[in-house]
């Protein structure tokens, strides 16, 4: 595991910690993943200790950061993964794809550059309410038609039926903390149709404490 992905472990449980608590004190989210360390998982860390690791990212910018195997371990299953190598692997393939799908964006620009776009047909959509419609693209506020998001992105208000988790326990439903500290729930990931901040997996940490 290199160096770079403990620095990012360590700021991406410190980022779900805010958005699970609305706190931005280093002390009170280091808190916060000692107690869930400790009561989900069986797994006692000191809270300073945690807190440490967020401060030498900060004061140490480039330089390597030294995290126990067993912690990391642990934070790798307060973000949802199975493992340190499961965390790993899944990154390096998140990077693979997203540089194929910034290959592929930047292939389908040229194509669209080169042979013109027509704006006044329906080529690209908009979000309404609770859903993505097409629309022509000479509207404000549109975006490529994406059509997983047209036929798999929804808000929705979960009930007693809805159905959080796959057979594998994998997450079917997204969530965003607002300012206000609500939770919106949608069908699918992506980015927030409005705020475009990037949707976090259901867990069931999250289900217990707000639903």
């Known amino acids: ?14 980022e779900k910690a805010k958005s699970e608590i609305g706190s931005e004190k280093p002390s009170s989210l280091s808190k916060h993943i000692s107690d869930v360390l400790l ?4 797994f006692q860390v000191n809270e300073r200790t945690l807190r440490n690791y967020n401060n030498e990212i900060e004061k140490n910018d480039g330089e390597e950061l030294n995290v126990s195997k067993s912690i990391a371990n642990e934070l790798t299953k307060y973000l949802g993964y199975d493992s340190i190598i499961d965390y ?20 389908l620009i040229v194509i669209a550059t080169y042979f013109g776009f027509n704006a006044n047909q329906k080529k690209c959509m908009i979000w ?10 000479e509207k404000e506020n549109t975006k490529p038609i994406d059509n997983r998001l047209l036929k798999l992105f929804k808000k ?3 009930n007693h039926e809805t159905i959080f988790f796959n057979k594998k326990g994998d997450a079917r439903i997204w969530y965003y903390k607002n ?15 409005e705020t475009g901040k ?3 997996p259901i867990t069931q940490y999250m289900i217990d404490k707000y639903l």
């Open 1 to 14: 595991m290199k160096t770079t992905m403990y620095k990012k472990l360590i700021l991406e449980s410190f």
């Open 39 to 42: 009561e989900d998982y069986s």
């Open 88 to 107: 790993s692997q899944k990154n390096k393939k998140g990077k693979k794809n997203k540089a194929l799908k910034n290959y592929i964006i930047g292939v």
């Open 128 to 137: 309404n309410n609770d859903h993505y419609e097409k629309i022509s693209c």
């Open 156 to 158: 929705i208000d979960p």
């Open 179 to 193: 300012e206000k500290g609500d939770l919106e729930f949608f069908t699918n990931l992506g980015l927030h149709p």
């Open 198 to 200: 990037t949707l976090k």
